[in-house]
Structure formats: structure tokens, C-alpha cells
């Protein structure tokens, strides 16, 4: 049996009847160039793979002439499963560089002759040795803030000697070195690389352009061969992959171009929106079609990103909501940030305990410092972790033992037992176990890789109940070629930056406080804008649920130096249910008090006291305080629960916990948002239990009316 899926063919009316009013705009005009201002979670990537499959369908396109450009590997991958699963699966979808790449070394023995160089992956080496032959002495950060500085001279298409008064304009010294040292370093950074017959990324680039520029001939193939264009994430786009995008086009006007500004986030490297803004006066002809309905997030969410971008600049799309309702936002002040990393894990295990998959689950900071004192928190807390950005999931040692070892059971597998099971065997081999080991760290990274697996082995087996392990490993062959890592369970830690083009159902963002949003380094009004847009990516990344937070000192006891982030200030009233919350006191692991605002605690309904406890606060009733429940239903509700945790497998909490039976049971809810607005009772438990729930409240009424007649 072959590991590829059977391919749907879809008619052109029905790729068509697929899409939203805007999104159809953009697939029944294939032809022309056109640019698509998409707003986060508009469906970008449908409306253009369904173009592309539309243009096939209609005869428009030869799909091997078409060429979609993205920025990443993961996008470049779902894209090419995307059209795979529109029929179309003889489209090339690359990175600029994969596709740059593919043709320097295809066209290189004719442009000059030899074997092509060697692509490095990374460029300290090279400018540690370079400023050693220079008598410079720069440390660690040092060298990556020159070998950054070097890729944005490449990719703003200047040169050692054109850099210089660049730099001196703008006041750029990396490492502390001025513009006539930098110059010179990065003069004998290439010669370090020519002497070694390697280039780096942004040579690739360089060079491919350089090549098409210089051979007409070869410039000529290129233009043959693709006559279609798409380019994804164009507000990222930067001069020297405009330039290479200007050869690949030349005067054709098949050009689609997809982008936000509202995303611009990447001036640093160099990328900018002005190519973007600026299509439409490059191609007077050129079509503009706006996306608009966010299918991503609830409408409050939806609220606070519109108010946090009301003063963008322009192009920017104001979203409309197409999600089912969620929970209102949250900003909650801290005291400092060990109390607030605390915060954020006591926030992460109720959500745990609600039912929210840890693989949906982020928290996102400004800058990477921010992650160690979140991580400590975390491991205390035995909450597993994924920092994105890390080693690759099929570059894990534990990873590729384990495809060694599912090879090897392709001939052995006879179909007698079920795909997952054969597959959790040979996953024992490599260190598998049916439950995960205690704690966080290494051990437990190395079980959730290996865990992902065999999740993938049961997603198979649903789809294509026939499937054994050799179309698991060609899935997997595939994967590992398009770097489309399956989901491996465990929250995830990203920097803003690194959140980009993902989502979860549920998202923190810590420190939103001046100087970190907008971080001091942001010292002219371009590059504060660019600050508020950071954080309207960060919103728009949550689903459902949404969580802010920031600490008003940073060390216990400190200082309470900070203030809220100023991008914050225009959605107040939709946080919180209209104002600021802040923790209440909390103790740090140095055991000191730690300092926090004043915010009306809560109280017991029966009584007064103030609450103090976390289950207290959930049902509004302080401990001393008789329940004001029916007892038999508070039974029924623990038995019902009890023969549902044991048929799924799981701890009784996992389903409810007994704060939120005990108010369940006061509350007595007679529909399901009434059961909803319960706390801990999140959407998914809702749609899990949400209706026995009701139909056991429901026949207690029913029995009790009864038996009051």
C-alpha cells in the first residue's frame, strides 16, 4: 500500500463554494497581479491554496509553473498540504531561500564552474575568527550582535564600503564597534568564508540574484519555468528579496501578494511593510481585496486586538469576529516577577484541570530573559514545557532512534494488532512508557517526543483504519522533509517574535509593562508602533481564552517602579469585565511579601469574611460557612462524575473538581450558559459533559417536584 493519500479532485464551482464572501474574491481572479491585506486569522492561507487549486482547475495555471513563496519551513509545509489536499499537489511551495537555493546549485557549474559552496548555519565561528584576525575581542553576544548586523547589511543590499555611511546616519554600533570597524570585520568575514568555499543564508539570496542578473540565459530558464507567482507574509519581505522576487517575475503580472502591516514586525532584519503599501503603485492594475472575518478568535478577543491597533498606521485591517463567544480578557498585576511567574502556573494548572490540552496552551514574553523565572515556576509546579525555538523535533536524538526502530517494524508488521498498539511497542524500545515521568526537564521532553508519535499513529489509524506502519513512516519521511513536527504535548513558551503564524486555544502574555511593551530599546515613535504591533500578534494568537499580566518591581520587596503598558490603556474597559485586576499578596520562593495593588477582594456570600483560598474564592463561600446545596445532588454529582473519570481513565478532578460541583450544586444552572459561566467549567468540558450534566440536574428537579406533590 502506497503512504500517500488519495488525491480529491475538486470542480472549480466547488473549490469556489469553499471560501467566504472575500476570501472568493481573491481565488476566482488568478489571473493579474493582485494584493490581499489579510487580518490576522482571516484564512490567508485558504483564500490563496484555493486560488492556486481554482487557477488549475480552471486551466489558468500549469501547476508545475506555479511558484508560492513563503518565509518559513512550517508554512512552506502547510501550504504544500493544504494543496496536496486540494488536488493540486504538483505546486512548488518553498522558502525564499529553499527555492534561491535549488537554483544557485542547479545553474552554479554554469555560472562559474565547480561544485557550489557549502551553506553555513551559522556565522559566529566565521566572525569570531574574523575578529581575531582583526586583534578585536568580542564576547559571546558580542559575536551574535555583528553576525546580525552583517545579515542586515546583506539583506539591505549594502556593501562593506556602502555600509558605513549607513550607519553613521543611524547610529548603529553592534557590539560597540563604529561603522569603520564593523565595515572592516565584515570585509574580512568574507574572506573567511571564501577561504573555506562556504556562503551564508543571505549569500544565497545574493548570489541567486546576482547570477540571474549576470546570465540572461539562465535568467530566461527561471522566467520559463515559473510564470505564476504567490508570495505569503509579504509585509516581511525585505530589499534583497524584492530583488530577487523583481528577477523572478521580470514584466509579467501574475503576482499575488498576501500580507498585514498590522504584523510588520521584523524591521530589525531588515523587512518592511513599504513594499506591501506600496504594490498597488507598482501595478496600477493591481486588484485589492481586504479579509476581514477572523475565524480564529472569539469576538473579545477580537475587541481588545481592534482597540490595541485603533492607532496603527495605514493598510491595517479592523477584524471582524466569525468565532463563537469566549471570555472576556484579563489583565491581572503582580507584584513582582516570581509572583507573577507563580500566577502564571498556578493559571496554567487550572486550565489543565478544566480540560485544556497543554499543547494549547502558550505563554509569550517580550524578550527570551523572560523565560528562566517562568521556567522555575513551571517545573515546581510539574507543568511539562516546550520553549519554541529549541532543537528541532525530528533533530531529537530520542526522535530519530525511534524512526530507526519503526523502519526496522515495517516488514514484521502482519496487520494482526492495531496500528497503535504495534507502534507503542517499538516506541518502548526507545524509552516509551504508558505513563509520563514525574516532573519537568529533559526526561520528560525526551516521553512527550515519543508520546507525539504515537498520537500520530492513532490519528492515522482514524483516518485510514487499513494503515501500518510503513505509511506511518512515510507520514513521518514526509514531515521530517517539511520540518511539520506532529503536536507534542506540553505548554509552550515563545518569545512575541517567535509566536508569529501560530495559535492556541488558550494564551498568557506576561510583562505588559513600560519597558518591556514597549521595550525601553524602542526609542523613536516607528519603533514604539512596532512595540504596539507585537502585541496585537500576541493577542490575536489566542482562540478563546486570553490572559495578561505584568509586575509592578521585578525582584521581591523591590521597588514598585513599573506601570502598565501604555498599548493597554484603550482596552480597559474590555478586561476584566471593565477594570484592572491585581493578585493579591502573594510570598515569593525568598519567602518575603511582596508588594500589589489594592483591588476589592472577594468576599463570602453567607457571611462577609474575606475570602482566602482558591476553591473559597471559586464557590464564594468561606469554609466555615455550612454549603447551601442539597446534599443528594451534591452525591449525585460526585457518582456521576466518578463513573466518568473511571471510564475515561482519569483522575476524578480532571473532569470537575469539587469546587465546581459544590457550585454546581448551589447554583442548580437551568441551560447551558448558565452551566458555562460556572467556573471551571471551561467550552471543552462543556461540550464534553456540559449536556449529562444538565439532564442529571434537570430529573433531580423533575423527581423533587414530584415528590413535593
Known amino acids: 500500500m502506497s503512504g500517500q493519500p488519495t488525491l480529491v479532485q475538486l470542480s472549480p464551482d466547488q473549490i469556489l463554494d469553499r471560501l467566504d464572501p472575500e476570501q472568493r474574491q481573491v481565488a476566482e481572479h488568478p489571473?493579474?497581479?493582485?494584493?490581499?491585506?489579510?487580518?490576522?486569522?482571516?484564512?490567508?492561507?485558504?483564500?490563496?491554496?484555493?486560488?492556486?487549486?481554482?487557477?488549475?482547475?480552471?486551466?489558468?495555471?500549469?501547476?508545475?509553473?506555479?511558484?508560492?513563496?513563503?518565509?518559513t519551513s512550517r508554512a512552506a509545509g502547510e501550504m504544500r498540504t493544504r494543496l496536496r489536499g486540494l488536488g493540486v499537489p504538483a505546486v512548488a511551495a518553498r522558502t525564499f531561500h529553499a527555492a534561491a537555493l535549488r537554483q544557485l546549485q542547479f545553474f552554479w557549474p554554469q555560472a562559474v564552474g565547480g561544485a557550489p559552496p557549502d551553506v553555513i548555519a551559522?556565522?559566529?565561528?566565521?566572525?569570531?575568527?574574523?575578529?581575531?584576525?582583526?586583534?578585536?575581542?568580542?564576547?559571546?553576544?558580542?559575536?551574535?550582535?555583528?553576525?546580525?548586523?552583517?545579515?542586515?547589511?546583506?539583506?539591505?543590499?549594502?556593501?562593506?564600503?556602502?555600509?558605513?555611511?549607513?550607519?553613521?546616519?543611524?547610529?548603529?554600533?553592534?557590539?560597540?564597534?563604529?561603522?569603520?570597524?564593523?565595515?572592516?570585520?565584515?570585509?574580512?568575514?568574507?574572506?573567511?568564508?571564501?577561504?573555506?568555499?562556504?556562503?551564508?543564508?543571505?549569500?544565497?539570496?545574493?548570489?541567486?540574484?546576482g547570477m540571474l542578473d549576470e546570465h540572461p540565459r539562465i535568467l530566461a530558464q527561471i522566467q520559463g519555468q515559473y510564470r505564476h507567482f504567490v508570495v505569503d507574509?509579504?509585509?516581511?519581505?525585505?530589499?534583497?528579496?524584492?530583488?530577487?522576487?523583481?528577477?523572478?517575475?521580470?514584466?509579467?503580472?501574475?503576482?499575488?501578494?498576501?500580507?498585514?502591516?498590522?504584523?510588520?514586525?521584523?524591521?530589525?532584519?531588515?523587512?518592511?511593510?513599504?513594499?506591501?503599501?506600496?504594490?498597488?503603485?507598482?501595478?496600477?492594475?493591481?486588484?485589492?481585496?481586504?479579509?476581514?472575518?477572523?475565524?480564529?478568535?472569539?469576538?473579545q478577543v477580537i475587541q481588545l486586538a481592534n482597540l490595541v491597533l485603533a492607532e496603527a498606521g495605514p493598510g491595517a485591517v479592523k477584524l471582524v469576529a466569525g468565532s463563537a463567544p469566549g471570555p472576556s480578557p484579563t489583565l491581572i498585576a503582580f507584584g513582582d516577577d516570581?509572583?507573577?511567574?507563580?500566577?502564571?502556573?498556578?493559571?496554567?494548572?487550572?486550565?489543565?484541570?478544566?480540560?485544556?490540552?497543554?499543547?494549547?496552551?502558550?505563554?509569550?514574553?517580550?524578550?527570551?530573559?523572560?523565560?528562566?523565572?517562568?521556567?522555575?515556576?513551571?517545573?515546581?509546579?510539574?507543568?511539562?514545557?516546550?520553549?519554541?525555538?529549541?532543537?528541532r523535533f525530528f533533530s531529537r536524538a530520542?526522535?530519530?532512534?525511534?524512526?530507526?526502530?519503526?523502519?526496522?517494524a515495517v516488514r514484521s508488521d502482519d496487520g494482526s494488532q492495531p496500528l497503535g498498539e504495534v507502534v507503542r511497542g517499538v516506541l518502548a524500545g526507545a524509552g516509551w512508557a504508558p505513563e509520563p515521568p514525574a516532573g519537568a526537564g529533559a526526561t520528560r521532553e525526551r516521553w512527550e517526543s515519543l508520546q507525539a508519535l504515537a498520537l500520530l499513529a492513532d490519528d492515522i489509524a482514524r483516518t485510514t483504519?487499513?494503515?501500518?506502519?510503513?505509511?506511518?513512516?512515510?507520514?513521518?519521511?514526509?514531515?521530517?522533509?517539511?520540518?511539520?513536527?506532529?503536536?507534542?504535548?506540553?505548554?509552550?513558551?515563545?518569545?512575541?517574535?517567535?509566536?508569529?503564524?501560530?495559535?492556541?486555544?488558550?494564551?498568557?502574555?506576561?510583562?505588559?509593562?513600560?519597558?518591556?511593551?514597549?521595550?525601553?530599546?524602542?526609542?523613536?515613535?516607528?519603533?514604539?508602533?512596532?512595540?504596539?504591533?507585537?502585541?496585537?500578534?500576541?493577542?490575536?494568537?489566542?482562540?478563546?481564552?486570553?490572559?495578561?499580566?505584568?509586575?509592578?518591581?521585578?525582584?521581591?520587596?523591590?521597588?514598585?517602579?513599573?506601570?502598565?503598558?501604555?498599548?493597554?490603556?484603550a482596552g480597559a474597559s474590555v478586561l476584566g469585565g471593565g477594570a484592572v485586576s491585581t493578585a493579591g499578596?502573594?510570598?515569593?520562593?525568598?519567602?518575603?511579601?511582596?508588594?500589589?495593588?489594592?483591588?476589592?477582594?472577594?468576599v463570602c456570600r453567607t457571611c462577609g469574611t474575606v475570602l482566602q483560598a482558591?476553591?473559597?474564592?471559586?464557590?464564594?463561600?468561606?469554609?466555615?460557612?455550612?454549603?447551601?446545596?442539597?446534599?443528594?445532588?451534591?452525591?449525585?454529582?460526585?457518582?456521576?462524575?466518578?463513573?466518568?473519570?473511571?471510564?475515561?481513565?482519569v483522575p476524578a478532578f480532571v473532569v470537575f473538581t469539587d469546587a465546581t460541583l459544590t457550585t454546581i450544586a448551589e447554583t442548580m444552572p437551568m441551560d447551558a450558559d448558565a452551566l458555562q459561566g460556572i467556573s471551571g467549567v471551561g467550552s471543552r468540558k462543556m461540550e464534553l459533559y456540559g449536556p449529562a450534566v444538565l439532564d442529571l440536574l434537570r430529573e433531580w428537579r423533575s423527581t423533587s417536584a414530584h415528590k413535593t406533590k
Open 122 to 209: 551559522q556565522k559566529v565561528p566565521a566572525v569570531a575568527e574574523a575578529a581575531g584576525r582583526l586583534g578585536l575581542r568580542l564576547d559571546r553576544a558580542g559575536l551574535r550582535d555583528v553576525a546580525a548586523e552583517i545579515e542586515w547589511a546583506k539583506v539591505s543590499l549594502l556593501t562593506p564600503a556602502s555600509y558605513v555611511p549607513v550607519a553613521r546616519r543611524e547610529v548603529r554600533t553592534p557590539a560597540g564597534l563604529d561603522a569603520t570597524a564593523t565595515s572592516r570585520l565584515m570585509e574580512v568575514y568574507g574572506e573567511v568564508c571564501s577561504e573555506r568555499h562556504v556562503i551564508d543564508f543571505e549569500d544565497v539570496l545574493l548570489l541567486t540574484a
Open 465 to 569: 483504519p487499513s494503515a501500518r506502519v510503513a505509511e506511518l513512516v512515510a507520514e513521518l519521511d514526509r514531515r521530517a522533509a517539511e520540518q511539520h513536527a506532529p503536536t507534542v504535548e506540553g505548554i509552550t513558551l515563545a518569545s512575541l517574535h517567535a509566536a508569529k503564524g501560530l495559535e492556541w486555544d488558550a494564551v498568557l502574555i506576561i510583562g505588559c509593562s513600560e519597558g518591556l511593551l514597549p521595550i525601553t530599546l524602542a526609542d523613536t515613535p516607528e519603533r514604539v508602533e512596532e512595540e504596539r504591533r507585537l502585541l496585537y500578534v500576541g493577542i490575536t494568537r489566542a482562540r478563546r481564552q486570553l490572559w495578561l499580566s505584568w509586575a509592578t518591581a521585578r525582584n521581591p520587596g523591590g521597588r514598585a517602579a513599573r506601570s502598565v503598558s501604555r498599548f493597554l490603556a
Open 31 to 71: 489571473s493579474g497581479p493582485m494584493v490581499v491585506l489579510a487580518g490576522a486569522g482571516t484564512g490567508k492561507t485558504r483564500a490563496i491554496t484555493h486560488r492556486i487549486a481554482y487557477g488549475v482547475g480552471t486551466g489558468t495555471y500549469h501547476p508545475a509553473r506555479v511558484l508560492a513563496v513563503t518565509f
Open 585 to 602: 499578596p502573594t510570598k515569593s520562593r525568598r519567602g518575603r511579601r511582596s508588594r500589589s495593588g489594592s483591588a476589592a477582594p472577594r
Open 398 to 408: 530520542e526522535v530519530r532512534s525511534a524512526l530507526l526502530l519503526l523502519r526496522g
Open 233 to 299: 507574509e509579504y509585509q516581511d519581505v525585505n530589499p534583497l528579496q524584492q530583488t530577487l522576487l523583481d528577477l523572478w517575475v521580470g514584466e509579467r503580472a501574475d503576482l499575488c501578494v498576501v500580507g498585514d502591516p498590522a504584523q510588520s514586525i521584523y524591521s530589525f532584519t531588515g523587512a518592511s511593510a513599504d513594499h506591501l503599501l506600496g504594490f498597488t503603485a507598482r501595478h496600477p492594475e493591481a486588484r485589492t481585496v481586504r479579509l476581514i472575518r477572523n475565524y480564529r478568535s472569539s469576538p
Open 338 to 391: 516570581e509572583a507573577e511567574a507563580d500566577g502564571v502556573a498556578s493559571t496554567v494548572s487550572s486550565m489543565l484541570a478544566e480540560g485544556t490540552p497543554a499543547s494549547e496552551i502558550a505563554v509569550l514574553y517580550r524578550t527570551n530573559s523572560q523565560s528562566e523565572v517562568l521556567e522555575s515556576a513551571l517545573a515546581r509546579a510539574g507543568i511539562p514545557y516546550l520553549v519554541r525555538g529549541g532543537e
Open 614 to 649: 482558591a476553591a473559597e474564592r471559586k464557590t464564594g463561600r468561606c469554609s466555615a460557612c455550612p454549603p447551601t446545596y442539597d446534599e443528594a445532588v451534591f452525591e449525585a454529582l460526585r457518582e456521576w462524575r466518578r463513573t466518568v473519570a473511571h471510564e475515561a481513565k
